[in-house]
């Protein structure tokens, strides 16, 4: 009797151990071999597939914001402007080689189709005052527009976060500032004059790469190149705050003053999670543009921001991997119950969704306040998960392992 409660006891651990070492690598390895297995056994769907790749997309934005406001302690609101800085500047480089062809101004440029609100021409004819505007020309190339995708999202949050943290500007009064920069850049990007498309947006995407994006192949491969960029994505912030300068960022949220008076710059290291959580947010929206077809300010809007917020709350904040569970967990309840469904006594509408998200974000704040992670780190054991077990950053050993090294003390 006593030998088998200790087989089975034996067989827990052994399971909670596999369980904290090695679930991340079974769930890269399903998205690899079992979601496509499944779309070429003809389980699921190319759509599915291509739904996944955007809610992964989705979850990139939410790691980013993790580190942000998880680790760094900034709630900004502003991770849907980083988000759609990305998702234009692929925006314009797909609908650069979109059709409808042979539209051609006076400098020799092909003029973009979704630019009609802008230049009413007949279909094979454009006014000769038509000219392809001159930012849309560095978008041509798809390695010039992935990299200006990530540096332009990084140097509008370097320009934010350096007055702002310089004017220790911080807590709520951060967030409502980031906020107000969102909705302005909504409303700036709304404007048909930018010669963005105005509120019609980026449309017309046809190839990328010279591959059409209406072939399930490559609908395939920018699911997998999705899932490789977000476990790339986690792997690097997952370095960062186990390194000493997540010891840092950590201390920066817990106990900022301490850390100035043991002779840091806060602002320094803050503005460092903020730019890298801004460019993380704009490769989410590089990947999330071709997979959905179109990109308009819709996804500039304020509540996209706090939907952000939501699912890095939902998941678990302050844990990487809460934040990847809440943003995929929270789009699929949205998947799901956005579609009308007959019951026997009543009509699931979509417009109930908002009484589920409301349900789902107190429920989980007063049953699991570190997350819907919480549960599987109670599962496997993982004593040392959440939010709320960080704090070792602000004892005074820790401060005094930061304050050894003088080369960083800037």
């Known amino acids: 009797m006593n030998s088998a409660l200790v087989r089975t006891n034996q067989a ?154 310089k004017s220790r500007v911080r807590g709520v009064y951060f967030a409502i500032l980031t906020q107000a920069i969102t909705v302005a850049a909504w409303l700036v990007f709304s404007m048909n004059n930018m010669k963005l498309g105005g509120t019609n947006g980026l449309t017309r995407f046809d190839k990328i790469a010279g591959y059409s994006l209406t072939d399930p192949n490559v609908k395939m491969s920018l699911y997998i190149i999705t899932l490789l960029a977000l476990t790339g994505v986690y792997l690097f912030c997952r370095y960062i705050v186990k390194s000493r300068l997540g010891r840092i960022l950590i201390a920066v949220r817990d106990n900022e003053n301490t850390l100035r008076f043991s002779g840091y710059k806060p602002y320094i290291y803050k503005v460092f999670a903020f730019v890298l959580g801004a460019a993380i947010a704009g490769l989410g929206g590089m990947l999330y543009t071709p997979q959905m077809g179109i990109f308009t300010p819709a996804n500039m809007e304020a509540v996209m921001s706090i939907m952000v917020v939501i699912w890095v709350a939902v998941g678990g904040r302050g844990t990487l991997s809460g934040a990847i569970l809440g943003a995929l967990a929270v789009n699929l309840l949205y998947n799901f119950f956005t579609s009308e469904k007959d019951f026997i006594l009543f009509t699931w509408k979509a417009e109930y969704w908002q009484f589920v998200l409301g349900g789902l974000f107190i429920g989980v704040v007063l049953l699991f306040p570190n997350g819907l992670i919480n549960i599987w780190h109670r599962l496997t054991g993982k004593e040392t998960a959440g939010y709320s077990t960080h704090y070792m950053a602000t004892r005074k050993s820790d401060f005094q392992k930061l304050n050894k090294p003088q080369k960083l003390r800037r």
């Open 12 to 165: 827990i651990g052994g399971l909670r151990w596999f369980g904290r070492r090695h679930a991340f690598r079974v769930l890269v390895f399903a998205g690899l071999v079992v979601i496509p297995l499944l779309y070429y056994t003809e389980r699921i769907s190319i759509e599915t597939v291509n739904m996944l790749g955007r809610y992964m997309a989705f979850a990139i934005v939410a790691v980013g914001l993790d580190l942000v406001w998880g680790y760094t302690g900034i709630l900004s609101l502003c991770q849907a402007f980083f988000f759609s800085l990305g998702g234009y500047a692929m925006g314009m480089y797909l609908a650069h080689h979109g059709g409808p062809e042979g539209i051609i101004d006076a400098a020799g440029w092909k003029i973009p189709a979704c630019l009609y609100v802008v230049y009413p021409y007949k279909v094979g004819e454009a006014p000769a005052d038509a000219l392809v505007p001159w930012f849309w020309k560095p978008f041509y190339s798809l390695p010039v527009t992935v990299v200006l995708g990530l540096l332009i999202p990084g140097v509008v949050a370097l320009v934010i976060g350096y007055f702002g943290f």
